[in-house]
């Protein structure tokens, strides 16, 4: 055997060389929508409102917003609150480990958050970026406040 040629090892002793992989080739990769929608999934909204569930017009509303932003309702973790019923920012963090939190309706306040913010601001507290908005029919009746939030979602996204 010539010193210069490589000597090829045989797939089956490569393989037991290496039990932990840096590359898991047994599942298809994900696209990159795929993987900004995981990364949404991190996003909590919060709306007050005095049912458990939104109607048919603020659900249509919401994903409108939702759309335009590229996600959907399935790409987010909503809850619904009366106000004064919130869990703290601690139960919500530790619940649903959100990157996002943006509550319409709500203060900071009601979640219990250590520094009061004005509407439309994204403040930053315990890795967590939060921001708080009117609720969704005042929002969906005012051209301006649709335009604040607008810019307000694409600072946070």
């Known amino acids: 055997m010539n010193n210069n ?24 990769q994900k696209n990159e929508q795929e993987t900004q929608r995981i990364e949404f999934k991190n996003t909590l909204i919060l709306v007050n409102h005095n049912d458990a569930t939104l109607n048919e017009k603020q659900s249509a509303f919401l994903s409108s917003i939702l759309k335009a932003c590229k996600m959907e309702l399935g790409d987010i973790n909503l809850i619904c609150f009366k106000s004064g019923n ?46 708080t908005a009117p609720l969704l029919e005042e929002i969906e009746q005012d051209k301006s406040l649709k335009i604040k939030l607008w810019g307000t979602l694409q600072q946070l996204f």
């Not at 040629?5 to 298809?28: G, M, N, R």
């Not at 509550?103 to 979640?111: E, K, Q, R």
């Open 86 to 131: 919130c869990p703290s920012y601690q139960e919500l963090a530790s619940t649903f480990s959100p990157k996002n939190i943006i509550a319409f309706g709500l203060t900071p306040a009601d979640i219990a958050l250590p520094m009061l913010f004005p509407e439309f601001q994204i403040q930053a507290f315990e890795n967590i970026k939060y921001t």
């Open 5 to 28: 040629s490589p000597y090829i090892l045989p797939a089956e002793l490569i393989a037991s060389l290496y039990k932990d992989v840096l590359i898991d080739d047994q599942h298809p």
